[in-house]
């Protein structure tokens, strides 16, 4: 009558709704978590942290290709280089 009263009729005993409650709080924890790392990486890569890389790549290229001369792209190179 006791286990009925007090919701115990599942086998678990008093143990086993803590330990779920630790587990449904691990899980909660690890939410906030993953949701605040995702938004800190969405803000990271909208900085522009390979873009320096980027405009290097593009202006290689463009020299490779002829589109600028030899001291155009030296220019722009140091200019990248400097931000």
Do not use: C, P, T
């Not at 919701?7 to 690890?30: E, K, R, T």
């Amino acid at each position: 009558m006791v286990n009925m009263m007090w919701g115990l009729m599942n086998g678990w005993g008093y143990g086993g709704g803590i330990v779920f409650g630790l587990i449904w709080m691990i899980i909660q924890v690890a939410i906030v978590v993953g949701a605040i790392y995702f938004i800190v990486s969405l803000f990271q890569n909208k900085k522009g942290g390979h873009r320096s890389n980027d405009a290097l790549e593009i202006l290689r290229e463009r020299y490779a290709r002829g589109e600028i001369s030899e001291e155009e792209y030296k220019e722009r190179k140091r200019n990248l280089e400097e931000k």
